[in-house]
Nanobody
Framework: QVQLVESGGGLVQAGGSLRLSCAAS????????MGWFRQAPGKEREFVAA????????YYADSVKGRFTISRDNAKNTVYLQMNSLKPEDTAVFYC?????????????????WGLGTQVTVSS
């Protein structure tokens, strides 16, 4: 069982930065692929970024490439999402997720564990 708790959301002006953190419980954190998804009001949940257990492979949605960076610290059981050059369209609830399945990380289905989310609001 893995429990995920996101933090770091907030209100920021367009062009600003935020760093989200996701703290995971469980001793097998390092064996999980970790992902970030987001859901804006009235829209479906969408993939943002993911990182394999070793940290060697990362994946990004086209809409965030070059602006967001995902990383992990397995010693701290934490995954991060550094978000730069934020835009109003990035406004959403951001969710952290974990899966042990070695599948395409941009699909939400294989993720077994989800956090409750953290709100990110970008003002214009």
């Amino acid at each position: 069982q893995v429990q995920l708790v996101e933090s770091g959301g907030g209100l920021v002006q367009a062009g600003g930065s935020l760093r989200l953190s996701c703290a995971a419980s469980g001793r097998t954190f390092s064996s999980y692929t970790m992902g970030w998804f987001r859901q804006a009001p009235g829209k479906e949940r969408e993939f943002v970024a993911a990182i394999r257990w070793s940290g060697g492979n990362t994946y990004y949605a086209d809409s965030v490439k070059g602006r967001f960076t995902i990383s992990r610290d397995n010693a701290k059981n934490t995954v991060y999402l550094q978000m730069n050059s934020l835009k109003p369209e990035d406004t959403a609830v951001f969710y952290c997720a974990a899966t042990r399945a070695y599948s395409s990380p941009w699909y939400a289905g294989p993720y077994n564990y989800w956090g409750l989310g953290t709100q990110v609001t970008v003002s214009s």
